[in-house]
Structure formats: C-alpha cells, structure tokens
C-alpha cells in the first residue's frame, strides 16, 4: 500500500512563488509515476504535471516554462515548483501516484490548498 502526504500549499499574490511537496509512504518501489493534479472550484480536476521514475516529465500547456516537477532519486519525495502564479491557478493540489508509468493513477493524496490572489 502506499500513502501520499502534500504540503506547501498557501496564499500568495499574482506573480509569486510556491512550492508543492509529496511525500510517497508505503510501498515505493512499486510506484512508477507521480503526479500533480487540481481542482478548481467547479471545475473538473486536471492533470498539471507529471514524472516518472526514469525522469520523463509531462505538463500541462497553460503551466508550462511556469511550473516544474522533479524527484528525489528514490521517489519518496515529488516536488512541484509553482513560479510566476496566475489567480487561474487557483485551486486545491492533489498529489497522484500509479504503477504503471502509463497510469491510472491507483493512490491519491488529501490535497492543498493553492491560492493566488490578483
């Protein structure tokens, strides 16, 4: 089984910077993807970044050049650098994990708070 624990989330102005932190727990080395997601208030959630224990990274278009996703070596700790915030990004942070490196995602994090005001 595996635990997912965020931290990092806050308030900050338009223009300033966060920094998301997951934490995998648990059965690690089965884990081969993380990733970030987020919801926003009535809105469907959606996958803003993603890594994969080789490395690859995936973004979603609106954050790319803004946000950057990284690891440490064994995957225990998955990073969300969030630069340049936009009050669109807004919303609460899920951290995700799967397996596979393909998905789906099988565990899920209690999520952050994020909020940017203008």
């Known amino acids: 089984q595996v635990q997912l624990v965020e931290s990092g989330g806050g308030s900050v102005q338009a223009g300033g910077s966060l920094r998301l932190s997951c934490t995998v727990r648990?059965?690690?080395?089965?884990?081969?993807?993380v990733g970030w997601y987020r919801q926003a208030p009535g809105k469907q959630r959606e996958l803003v970044a993603s890594i994969t224990r080789s490395g690859s990274t995936n973004y979603l278009n609106s954050v790319k050049g803004r946000f950057t996703i990284s690891r440490d070596g064994a995957m225990i700790m998955v990073y969300l650098q969030m630069n340049t915030l936009e009050p669109e990004d807004t919303a609460v942070y899920y951290c995700?994990?799967?397996?596979?490196?393909?998905?789906?995602?099988?565990?899920w994090g209690q999520g952050t708070q994020v909020t940017v005001s203008s």
């Open positions: 995700a994990a799967a397996r596979r490196s393909s998905g789906p995602w099988d565990f």
């Open positions: 648990g059965d690690i080395f089965s884990i081969n993807s």
